[in-house]
DNA sequence: TGTACATCAGTGAACGCGCGTTCACTGATGTAC
DNA sequence: TGTACATCAGTGAACGCGCGTTCACTGATGTAC
């Protein structure tokens, strides 16, 4: 059966969109331009009207991920004026619960070969984890200056801390292919991290 | 020029090591049959003298890796009658001294398409990094009994945080290349997961 | 409103390539006599 | 100590397969007149 005929665009974010669900779902080495083509519901040869070549579509899927993550942090932000520390939460809370999506760029940058000259892939994502790094410690600092957040720490070493909450989780979810309750896990871990950075009740410092 | 001929048992270790190796150093993608049989010098059908097929390569790659962390492990509980809190720190920086091969880990849980029926493969990395956690979760106890680490806390959920510890570290040393220096900058982590987890002084709870 | 044409997304056959694996053969090493 | 033989690690040609990609063609959609 012929797949109706749509435009580009379309097909473009339908492309990008079913690269990135395979990753995530399967894998990188799952990653086939078949497959692709499969879910969308055109041929192989098909992608080619949209794509130039394979790494194209990967780019885009990264591309996908990074304006995904984007709007995150600005939904985290959302309603603004709150506490530091309840923006942590949310966004803590918010990366567990898509922890489905987000497990796809650990499974790129473990998995590709990037040696082999892909330097634009790479920059790509360090710019989308420094990206979220940063914004991490920009919220620390603000609680510091708040006093919600105790000051004698590096902002930047509190932000790994963060990002080092939600790893394991990615990590054994993984492994235990949905089968351990890896959010509930990773949440008892919470405490302990407000332990590590709040500031002490009655302390200005 | 042809090989000298060695011993199974000899050229069995070289190939697990070799396939650690590749997978370490340039990762999945790149490792081919071909790959492993130039690095231990004898030509690509040669493997099959040692063994059965490629899957068979991971698997006693995997099992190298789960003896070296057996290893490791006991190294840090050496000499005995340590502190818990002094033994957690010289373990954390051994793992930062050989993120080099830790990052194989990552590189094969993140890559490999473990829907597709690897059952064993996955239950043995399963298998590798619970025990990790376990053995941090006994010396979590009994820094509890100690009294140097605080009671009031999951000794689970502290395991985990020591490994939130280590997995970012390897995730950006893989994505910048060596070129951050990710070992200070995990180490300026390590004060954060001290206040989350000591005692405070002169509190016996 | 109807016709002619340009545009362009979708198709399927064909390709070259790299990969994992097999297999008959070679030749070095160690053992039996 | 020397010879005959069994064992077994290493070799290279050959294979089948899946994959990414090309290309001439089809036919639907929208536009010009």
Redesign the pocket.
Known sequence: ????????EI?QEQIAQSTLDIIAEQGMPA?????V?QRVG?????????Y????ALIDAALDAIASRHTAGLKAADQPPNRDAVDRLERLFIDHLEMITASVAIPRIVFSRDIHAGHHGRRAKLLKIVNGFLDHIAAIIVQGQREGCLRRDMEPAAAARLFFGLIQPAAFLWNLSDGMMDVKTQAKAAWPLFLRATKAEKGTTR
């Open positions: 059966m012929r797949a109706s005929k749509q435009r580009t097909r990653l086939s331009v078949a497959a083509a055109i041929v192989p040869s098909g992608l080619y009207r949209h130039r070549d394979k790494e």
